[in-house]
T-cell receptor, first 115, second 116 residues
């Protein structure tokens, strides 16, 4: 079975541009998470969904960040406009929630560089 | 609020030796899960080992084992017969049992180097 699939793997953009990161969770998983990883702050939970519904977006830094999950097999994280401080690795993860073991399955991450 | 602390930013071990990574956590809950995740240079986080708080027996997965001390709120990871492929960032994580999956809390990580 395929794992969590993220794209793009690397993204370099200029300040002010729109960035869209994509994620396909593991089939059958009902939770989806977006994390951001930086050296300074470590792993930060940005937002998570349960059955496609956003449950907690308190980790989203500001209004420039938005996330959607239009169906069970796809989610996007959008940054508009992007800023250099948004440079980080963004991870998507999925899990089986209460029916599972608590384990999160992570994608390979999208490394974003904003110049 | 729960917290997870990894006090060792970096550790080093000789190949074939044993190393222990430390993790402490703070919670008022009695039922929870604890995890160790490995993040190799390829970046993908991989679950190494999992422990349920209600189980007294320490979890073991091949060369990886934990020392779970519930009263002390300590959850260390022991890697035996270290291999070059064990070099990675290791994250300790906490999750309330029955809690929202969003409440998975990570420590800052420990970078493990393995010397040949």
């Amino acid at each position: 079975d395929a794992g969590v699939i993220q794209s793009p793997r690397h993204e370099v953009t200029e300040m002010g541009q729109e960035v869209t990161l994509r994620c396909k969770p593991i089939s059958g998983h009902d939770y989806l998470f977006w994390y951001r990883q930086t050296m300074m702050r470590g792993l930060e939970l940005l937002i998570y969904f349960n059955n496609n519904v956003p449950i907690d977006d308190s980790g989203m830094p500001e209004d420039r960040f938005s996330a959607k999950m239009p169906n069970a097999s796809f989610s996007t994280l959008k940054i508009q406009p992007s800023e250099p401080r948004d440079s980080a690795v963004y991870f998507c993860a999925s899990s089986l929630g209460q029916r599972g073991t608590g384990e999160l399955f992570f994608g390979e991450g999208s490394r974003l560089t904003v110049l | 609020a729960q917290t997870v602390t990894q006090s060792q930013p970096e550790m080093s071990v000789q190949e074939a030796e044993t190393v222990t990574l430390s993790c402490t956590y703070d919670t008022s809950e009695s039922d929870y899960y604890l995890f160790w995740y490995k993040q190799p240079p390829s970046r993908q986080m991989i679950l190494v080992i999992r422990q349920e708080a209600y189980k007294q027996q320490n979890a073991t997965e091949n060369r990886f084992s934990v020392n779970f001390q519930k009263a002390a709120k300590s959850f260390s990871l022991k890697i035996s017969d270290s291999q070059l492929g064990d070099a990675a960032m290791y994250f300790c994580a906490y999750l309330n049992y029955g809690g929202s999956q969003g409440n998975l809390i990570f420590g800052k990580g420990t970078k493990l180097s393995v010397k040949p």
